[in-house]
């Protein structure tokens, strides 16, 4: 096999690995958290369900330009309602990567169905029929909450949680709905709906620091989605707690998400190696011929 040949396939190889890597971070996006489908809902006929492939295919437009875009799509009788979200430290391309996998899902997930919401790690979407739309639950409403099995025991750990939870609410008001930020050993993070005002923004994300405060006391991450906002917190270690226990006291853990997005990078990645070998044995055959 000649130097360029050799060159080439390299070249494939890098490729491959570079996209099953690429995979494995985007997936880091693209992780769902809940899915909520109404059980007396509206279900949609096939002659008004292309409703739903427009409004995402306008939603798949949109998040190139917006992380927040709220839209009306309608034919003679029917009009859906609906709206989406990415977080504020996505880019462009990541918005787009995420919003694109929601017509998928809304057919696995909810069907025809309507309302529904699904949420993503990294965004979410919202629809309804327009002319059946829910009453306004208000902002609080909890969507999902949980908290980790690992529990650190210590004085000061609860303290120190909740000062990175009230330094967050500030932070999210100041910040235009959006913080991400580490106080102390706590990383946390918080989102408000784009089109909810300062004073409701900073009174959701309180609502949902309490919440993390009562249900998941002692762990060492929690993440509370209300209807209008999103808190999560996790502890980075250290600050003077050292290792903390692990306790299975039937809440949830979000590790195993981690483990199944891993093993799927895992297996992108040795797809590639398997595609790279073959390529280099079809060249040696052909050689050899």
């Known amino acids: 096999m000649d130097s360029s040949a050799n060159s080439c396939t390299l070249i494939l190889c890098f490729v491959l690995m570079l996209q099953s890597v690429n995979t494995l971070i985007i997936d880091g996006h693209h992780k769902l958290i809940y899915n909520q489908c109404s059980n007396q809902s509206t279900s949609l006929n096939n002659a008004h369900?292309?409703?739903?492939s427009?409004?995402?295919?306008?939603?798949?437009?949109?998040?190139?330009?917006?992380?927040?875009?709220?839209?009306?799509?309608?034919?003679?009788?029917?009009?859906?309602?609906?709206?989406?979200?990415?977080?504020?430290?996505l880019s462009p391309d990541e918005c787009r990567s995420c919003v694109g996998n929601?017509?998928?899902?809304?057919?696995?997930?909810?069907?025809?169905?309507?309302?529904?919401?699904?949420?993503?790690?990294g965004c979410y979407v919202h629809y309804q029929e327009e002319d059946m739309a829910e009453v306004d639950p208000g902002p609080d409403r909890i969507l999902h909450q949980a908290c980790s099995k690992h529990r650190v025991k210590k004085t000061g750990f609860e303290e120190m949680k909740y000062a990175a939870l009230a330094a967050l609410e500030s932070c999210v008001v100041s910040g235009n709905g959006f913080c991400e930020t580490t106080y102390e050993a706590i990383h946390v993070v918080g989102q408000c709906a784009g089109n909810l005002r300062a004073c409701d923004c900073g009174a959701c994300v309180e609502s949902a620091a309490r919440i993390a405060e009562d249900e998941c006391r002692y762990t060492v991450s929690g993440e509370i989605y209300l209807d209008s906002c999103f808190v999560s917190y996790e502890y980075n270690g250290g600050h003077g707690f050292g290792s903390y226990s692990f306790e299975d006291d039937g809440i949830r853990d979000g590790s195993p998400k981690?483990?199944?997005?891993?093993?799927?990078?895992?297996?992108?990645?040795?797809?590639?190696?398997g595609l790279c070998y073959f390529a280099r044995s079809c060249r040696k055959k052909n050689e050899d011929w």
Do not use: M, W, Y
Not at 49 to 52: K, N, P
Not at 259 to 268: K, M, P, R, S, T
């Open 54 to 89: 427009t409004l995402f295919q306008e939603f798949i437009a949109q998040s190139s330009q917006s992380r927040f875009f709220e839209t009306i799509v309608a034919d003679d009788e029917t009009a859906i309602s609906g709206r989406f979200q990415c977080r504020n430290d």
């Open 258 to 273: 981690f483990v199944a997005i891993f093993i799927g990078g895992l297996a992108a990645l040795l797809l590639g190696l």
């Open 102 to 121: 929601f017509q998928v899902l809304s057919e696995d997930l909810c069907g025809k169905n309507l309302p529904a919401r699904i949420q993503l790690s």
């Open 49 to 52: 369900s292309s409703l739903l």
